[in-house]
């Protein structure tokens, strides 16, 4: 089993920047790839960014491409998702992910473990 636990919403200004943490904890040495998700009530759950623990290789939704930035530190076992110039429309609820293999993949149900998500709110 694998536990997530995230920290690190909270509400800013447009153009503002916030940092999420995700902390794993448990069976993390099988936590191949770590993703972050986010969803706003009434739609799907929406892919946001993913690293693969191993390389380090790191991949974004176009929408955050340049905004955002996933990172992992091994000791702990902690990803970021550092959000720079956030907009109104970044307003979520932000989930980290995990899943077993070291292949980034931007379907939710490929993800076996769940955080119980941060709120983000972007104000204009």
């Known amino acids: 089993q694998v536990q997530l636990v995230e920290s690190g919403g909270g509400l800013v200004q447009a153009g503002g920047s916030l940092r999420l943490s995700c902390a794993a904890s448990?069976?993390?040495?099988?936590?191949?790839?770590m993703g972050w998700f986010r969803q706003v009530p009434g739609k799907e759950r929406e892919f946001v960014a993913a690293?693969?623990?191993?390389?380090?290789?790191?991949y974004y939704a176009d929408s955050v491409k340049g905004r955002f930035t996933i990172t992992r530190d091994k000791a702990p076992n902690t990803v970021y998702l550092q959000m720079n110039s956030l907009k109104p429309e970044d307003t979520a609820t932000y989930y980290c992910?995990?899943?077993?293999?070291?292949?980034?993949?931007?379907?939710?149900?490929?993800?076996?473990?769940w955080g119980q998500g941060t709120q983000v709110t972007v104000s204009s």
């Open positions: 448990g069976r993390t040495f099988g936590t191949n790839t």
């Open positions: 992910a995990a899943r077993m293999r070291p292949a980034v993949s931007v379907l939710p149900y490929e993800y076996g473990y």
């Open positions: 690293i693969i623990w191993s390389t380090n290789s790191t």
